[in-house]
């Protein structure tokens, strides 16, 4: 039975027909389709386990390989690979958000197939309507050391990827990245062999068949999942091996760098279930941001009650490097400067300042910059009802840990960043549980730049409520790689894995032509109006304002708009969208509506109807393109009073590299 598989697989990818049908026909071929039937997975054994993804009957994975090495060479290959207890269930439940980045409740529906081996490994297929997973599970009494964990995912056809390549660093290897690249799209086979890159990738079929986005969830004491490219159709995942010797990099953001690693990838429990390899499908690009299948198959929290996190808003002076303006004080890291920031925050409706780095020296969390006087600035936030939040380096919180979180939250500080980690090998990711957990014990909230996305951590670990692992607005500061068509690719790519800390509001703006790293005053490509839209259609549950205050403190009632944007939300929408070219995301959030849009360079009108409302009125404050933002993108109007229902239709204009955001209240 087992040969003729073999010799019927071989023959269908010689003639590059992908026939799977064959498979189909054979007795030793599992299946198991989502709830509607529209997706199904296909398995078998053929001394590795095989597997095909299918949709409305049309193949999205050709037959793909899953598998994994032990380091006494126990494996899941061989003739003894045989299956002990094939089990289906079906599960339908409804997940209660602590921290909703997109929804409150999510529905959890899907069919479940398991396959338990002879040999003490398990392999779990889930299938939801929107998509489709696999995990490894192991059943050994004693640890286990992983040499290698086998993910070929092949595709058929000559199908296109948006694909982050990693940029080797001159003095580390290529697992060391802080995972902010660019998504050009390129056609999967003209990756040539060796090229990494990191998930989550979009790939999208050449004859219009659903996209896949290809991910990992649930990471956890295991490292994360880069993916190769192969010169053809085909992805490899690809882990860092175990860092043996670290060496500090040195220089003013020191951090660890890997010297010498193992020929292993993981040391671990013998019984424990490894990342799922994650599948999204969607038929249409609009059903790529607002898909959390991530979250879903993610594990629930383990830090108990979390009705104490509460995210939302703040502002970070980073970016703009403290460049006030008309204040009766030198500006800088001092402490005017921060009880300046302090009062900006008061006054718009912002939770929360950063006081990035700077504020302390970078490797003593405990030696105050000079020129700020602390007890000041939290005295004075206090009195404003404005909360500090603190930066600090991943390596030198790691070594001041427990004593650095209890001065914090003596400070009465509940969130925290901490940055410049850049890797993700196994070591790394227990780092980060580590983190979170001692966070979570203070009841104080986390944010990790320098960070790897966050697949499903967040759902785990609900205080640490936002994540890096962007390319976003700092990047203005020193390049030209910010593009609108890049912000447009991030809900489909990158936004796939969880909330990201983009760091929008940037108020200097410019067209195309006029588009260029300025000192001191850093420059955004595109609209105020396309900044602006990014509050609401970038997920991130603890958003930051990162423009200005001095510039925003001139232009009141936009400051208000966006001081006043929940970060959390009810319900998420998306209306209208087209990878790297434009998006309509609507949010709800108790009772109101918030709608914003983005495009690229090219200038839109788009008709947005409002079916999606309550019955009844909505009072609307309308943000938009000014009708010389083609030409002066700062130009924006903003206007209040007009009523809206469901049975309405906006009509917007979008400058090239435009926006706008519509604020829906609901009238009694």
Same mark, same amino acid.
């Given at each position: 039975m087992q040969t003729r598989t073999l010799l019927k697989y071989l023959v269908a990818c010689l003639?590059?027909?992908?026939?799977?049908?064959?498979?189909? #026909? +054979?007795?030793?071929? @599992?299946?198991?389709?989502?709830?509607?039937?529209?997706? +199904?997975?296909?398995?078998?054994?053929?001394?590795?386990?095989?597997? =095909?993804?299918?949709?409305? /009957?049309?193949?999205?994975?050709?037959?793909?390989?899953?598998?994994?090495e032990l380091t006494d060479g126990r494996s899941m290959s061989g003739r003894s690979l045989r299956i002990r207890s094939v089990r289906r269930t079906a599960a339908d439940d409804t997940i209660r958000v602590p921290v909703p980045e997109k929804r409150r409740l999510i529905r959890d529906r899907y069919h479940q197939l398991t396959l338990q081996f002879r040999d003490p490994f398990t392999v779990y297929f889930r299938v939801?309507?929107?998509? #489709?997973?696999?995990?490894?599970?192991?059943?050994?009494?004693?640890?286990?050391?992983? /040499? /290698? +964990?086998?993910?070929? $995912?092949? %595709?058929?056809?000559?199908? =296109?990827?948006?694909?982050?390549?990693?940029?080797?660093?001159?003095?580390?290897?290529?697992?060391?990245t802080s995972y902010e690249?660019?998504?050009?799209?390129?056609?999967?086979?003209?990756?040539?062999?060796?090229?990494?890159?990191?998930?989550?990738?979009?790939?999208?079929?050449?004859?219009?068949?659903?996209?896949?986005? @290809?991910? +990992?969830?649930?990471?956890?004491?295991?490292?994360?999942? !880069?993916?190769?490219?192969?010169?053809?159709?085909?992805l490899e995942g690809v882990c860092a091996p175990y860092p043996l010797e670290e060496q500090s990099s040195g220089g003013l953001y020191p951090q660890w760098l890997v010297s010498r690693r193992a *020929?292993?990838?993981?040391?671990?429990?013998?019984?424990?279930?490894?990342?799922?390899?994650? %599948?999204?499908?969607?038929?249409?690009?609009?059903?790529?941001?607002?898909?959390d299948l991530v979250y879903r198959l993610a594990t629930p929290s383990r830090i108990g009650d979390a009705s104490w996190v509460h995210p939302g808003n703040l502002t970070d002076e980073w970016i703009v490097d403290i460049n006030l303006f008309g204040v009766p004080f030198r500006a800088g890291l001092n402490t005017n400067s921060y009880l300046y920031y302090i009062d900006f925050a008061k006054r718009f409706g912002f939770d929360r300042?950063?006081?990035?780095?700077?504020?302390?020296?970078?490797?003593?969390? %405990?030696?105050?910059?000079?020129?700020?006087?602390?007890?000041?600035? @939290?005295?004075? #936030?206090?009195?404003?009802?404005?909360?500090? *939040?603190?930066?600090t380096l991943?390596?030198?919180?790691?070594?001041?840990?427990?004593?650095? @979180?209890?001065? !914090?939250?003596?400070?009465?500080?509940? %969130?925290?960043?901490?940055? !410049?980690?850049?890797?993700?090998?196994?070591?790394?990711?227990? $780092?980060?549980?580590?983190i979170a957990e001692a966070c979570a014990r203070r009841r104080i909230m986390i944010m990790f730049h320098g960070a790897y996305p966050p697949k499903g951590f967040n759902r785990t670990y609900p205080n640490a409520v936002t994540r890096e692992g962007v390319l976003g607005s700092e990047y203005n500061i020193w390049s030209d790689r910010v593009t609108p068509a890049h912000d447009l690719t991030l809900p489909f790519t990158r936004m796939l894995a969880g909330s990201m800390d983009y760091e929008p509001g940037l108020l200097h703006n410019a067209t195309r032509s006029g588009t260029r790293p300025v000192a001191g005053e850093v420059t955004s490509p595109g609209t105020r109006c396309h900044q602006v839209a990014m509050f609401v259609v970038y997920d991130s549950p603890m958003q930051i304002f990162s423009g200005n205050p001095s510039e925003g403190q001139r232009e009141p009632d936009l400051m208000h708009l966006i001081g006043s944007l929940p970060t959390t939300w009810d319900d998420t929408r998306i209306l209208q969208a087209r990878v790297a070219e434009y998006i309509v995301t609507a949010r709800l959030k108790d009772g109101n509506w918030y709608v914003a849009g983005m495009n690229d360079w090219t200038p839109r009108d788009l008709e947005v109807p409002l079916d999606f409302l309550q019955e009844g009125t909505y009072a609307a404050t309308i943000c938009r393109d000014g009708i010389n933002a083609d030409r002066y993108a700062a130009d924006y109007s903003l206007t209040t009073g007009t009523v809206l229902r469901r049975q309405d239709t906006l009509t917007l204009h979008l400058a090239p590299g435009g926006g706008f955001l519509v604020k829906l209240e609901k009238r009694p």
């Open positions: 003639c590059g027909l992908y026939n799977l049908q064959a498979h189909a #026909a +054979e007795t030793d071929t @599992l299946r198991v389709d989502s709830p509607s039937g529209r997706i +199904e997975v296909r398995l078998w054994l053929d001394s590795q386990v095989h597997y =095909s993804i299918w949709y409305d /009957r049309l193949p999205l994975m050709a037959p793909s390989v899953l598998g994994l939801y309507d929107d998509g #489709a997973a696999y995990r490894i599970g192991t059943r050994f009494r004693d640890s286990i050391t992983i /040499r /290698r +964990e086998t993910a070929r $995912f092949v %595709f058929p056809g000559h199908p =296109s990827v948006y694909f982050p390549a990693v940029q080797k660093r001159d003095h580390a290897d290529i697992f060391h690249e660019n998504y050009p799209l390129r056609r999967l086979d003209s990756l040539p062999p060796g090229t990494l890159g990191y998930s989550p990738v979009l790939v999208v079929p050449a004859d219009g068949r659903p996209r896949i986005g @290809l991910t +990992e969830s649930d990471l956890l004491d295991y490292p994360g999942m !880069f993916l190769a490219g192969t010169g053809s159709g085909t *020929s292993y990838i993981a040391r671990t429990a013998g019984t424990r279930n490894l990342p799922w390899r994650v %599948f999204i499908v969607a038929p249409e690009d609009r059903d790529l941001p607002g898909n300042i950063m006081m990035d780095a700077g504020w302390s020296d970078n490797t003593d969390l %405990f030696r105050i910059t000079p020129s700020i006087n602390l007890d000041s600035i @939290l005295d004075h #936030a206090r009195r404003q009802g404005v909360r500090i *939040s603190m930066w991943a390596q030198t919180l790691d070594r001041q840990l427990d004593s650095a @979180l209890d001065r !914090f939250q003596r400070w009465g500080v509940d %969130f925290i960043m901490t940055d !410049f980690i850049d890797r993700d090998d196994q070591k790394t990711v227990r $780092f980060y549980q580590r």
